[in-house]
């Protein structure tokens, strides 16, 4: 006995269904960063341009000389591999980035979103992983950076990261 072609389409459609209703739709950086810095508020406004002057000169060029321009001396990290205090900060991004880059005139990153409310100021970026299952395949999430600010340096910082597993 032959099902009908409807009951195939209908198989068909089962198996397919969960795969597209699970299927990622890709993170996508912002294509124009200087609107990401637009604020109707001076005070948000300035602080957006604070954290974003500092992502490109002092974590992505590795200008750590620039730091107590924007880095307050007691600044308290809670990234688990990074010690508190801006000295500490500068000491790992030394490390990191050993010799300074020229500061480029965006964030290289791709970035997606600022965002700033009262003290705090938040970098989102496509961050991109080897498929589990598949490690050919490529898929897109969110990362994102967290800061607060006071009197127009940065105090504190907050990101996703953990603790990298023992060898």
């Not at 699970?22 to 957006?48: F, G, M, T, Y």
């Not at 620039?66 to 990074?82: F, G, L, M, R, T």
């Amino acid at each position: 006995m032959k099902k009908p072609l409807l009951a195939h389409i209908v198989l068909a459609l089962a198996a397919i269904l969960p795969l597209a209703a699970a299927a990622q739709v890709p993170v996508q950086p912002a294509a124009d960063q200087e609107a990401l810095l637009a604020s109707a508020d001076p005070v948000l406004r300035a602080n957006k341009r604070l954290v974003y002057d500092f992502w490109r000169e002092v974590f992505e060029a590795g200008q750590v000389a620039q730091a107590d321009k924007y880095v307050a001396e007691s600044y308290i990290q809670h990234n688990p591999n990074v010690p508190t205090g801006r000295a500490a900060m500068v000491g790992f991004l030394s490390r990191r980035t050993p010799a300074p880059l020229p500061v480029e005139a965006r964030i290289k990153a791709p970035l997606v979103s600022i965002v700033a409310e009262r003290d705090l100021v938040i970098l989102s970026f496509v961050r991109e992983y080897p498929e589990p299952q598949d490690a050919t395949r490529k898929y897109t999430t969110t990362w994102f950076d967290m800061f607060r600010l006071e009197n127009g340096k940065i105090v504190e910082h907050w990101d996703g990261a953990v603790k990298p597993p023992k060898p």
